[in-house]
């Protein structure tokens, strides 16, 4: 019988110097949280509950992080990626990665130069092609 799998510390985004624990599926981020208030509108409301972020120690230890209910760990890395400036190239990106960064900006209230980044490269997926075909084309 195997019991429910523990947290792990992503490897890049669990940052010594963050202030606040943050918990997407099993993954746990540490962050400083003026990263996440800059871009989005969602995260600015959660620290202007009161001047010292959310309530009850919540986001404080690993044990009691923030709970980003419903968002999976991948999307909230691209967007770390993107925040952080080393967002993947146009072709490492699948249309579902685009569409659920899309949802994430809307729902969590990014900025429009995310809502931009991600539009243009949906735009660019249809010119993104794999290298295999790349390889056929020039032996045609």
């Not at 523990?6 to 606040?20: A, K, M, N, R």
């Not at 949802?103 to 490269?121: G, V």
Request: aromatic share 18%; hydrophobic share 35%.
């Amino acid at each position: 019988m195997t019991g429910a799998q523990e947290p792990v510390h992503h490897p890049e985004f669990y940052l010594p110097y963050g202030d606040y624990i943050f918990q997407a599926e099993q993954t746990l981020y540490k962050l400083y949280h003026p990263i996440l208030v800059d871009e989005s509108d969602f995260f600015a409301h959660i620290f202007d509950i009161s001047s010292h972020g959310p309530g009850t120690g919540e986001g404080k230890d690993d044990d009691n992080p923030i709970r980003l209910v419903d968002m999976s760990a991948d999307v909230f890395n691209m967007f770390l990626q993107f925040k952080f400036g080393h967002p993947h190239a146009c072709e490492e990106y699948t249309n579902k990665d685009l569409k659920n960064f899309l949802e994430f900006a809307w729902k969590y209230q990014c900025s429009k130069f995310t809502h931009d980044y991600i539009i243009s490269h949906i735009k660019q997926q249809q010119y993104c092609f794999h290298p295999s075909l790349q390889a056929f084309h020039n032996f045609s």
